[in-house]
T-cell receptor
């Protein structure tokens, strides 16, 4: 079974609007971390935001917030006030202790911001 | 500073060549990683070093040979590669191997095997 599922292969959003990228995960561990990365066409993987399994509050970093619903095992990324520079591939990823703390990625979502 | 550097940016090599990829970080991180990424796919873990010791090898063919000379440097030695090994090779580091630390990635080396 896939550990990280991103069901949106591609998304479009109008500049200055908010967009939500979906991510669901599967684990039986109590301790795990959830991460979002952005990969522009240049190739570099840019760390955006982190949510720990024990964190009560949703993580926020500037225009990025993570909508963490533990019971539903979802960790959606919300980007507010989209900018043209947000156009990129976005990966959701998880580290769980039961698997050697390896970082496992979802298939990714390509986001295109329209002007 | 969250910078991980990788050299070279691009590499073209023949199937009989020997080359090396280099990765460096000065964040004091004690875990370093090599990933392979094919176009439009997520990165796939190859190797993990923790405190300069190899802790995970994801059944990578022996034509890829990692080396961690010190806590700041990570090399990937390449020998007798195949065209299907052409990919983006990403290095990453994290403060430790636990689940609660993010990994910081370098810009990658685009490798083409001819």
């Amino acid at each position: 079974a896939q550990k990280i599922t991103q069901t949106q292969p591609g998304m479009f959003v109008q500049e200055k609007e908010a967009v939500t990228l979906d991510c669901t995960y599967d684990t039986s561990d109590q301790s795990y971390g959830l991460f979002w990365y952005k990969q522009p066409s240049s190739g570099e993987m840019i760390f955006l935001i982190y949510q720990g399994s024990y964190d009560e509050q949703n993580a926020t970093e500037g225009r990025y917030s993570l909508n963490f619903q533990k019971a539903r095992k979802s960790a959606n990324l919300v980007i507010s006030a989209s900018q043209l520079g947000d156009s990129a591939m976005y990966f959701c990823a998880m580290r769980e202790g039961g698997d050697g703390n390896k970082l496992v990625f979802g298939a990714g979502t390509i986001l295109r911001v329209k002007s | 500073d969250t910078e991980v550097t990788q050299t070279p940016k691009h590499l073209v090599m023949g199937m009989t060549n020997k080359k090396s990829l280099k990765c460096e970080q000065h964040m004091g991180h004690r875990a370093m990683y090599w990933y392979k990424q094919k176009a439009k796919k997520p990165p796939e873990l190859m190797f993990v070093y923790s405190y300069e010791k190899l802790s995970i090898n994801e059944s990578v063919p022996s034509r890829f040979s990692p080396e961690c000379p010190n806590s700041s440097l990570l090399n990937l030695h390449l020998h007798a590669l195949q065209p299907e090994d052409s990919a983006l090779y990403l290095c990453a580091s994290s403060q430790a191997r636990t689940v609660f630390y993010e990994q910081y990635f370098g810009p990658g080396t685009r490798l083409t095997v001819t």
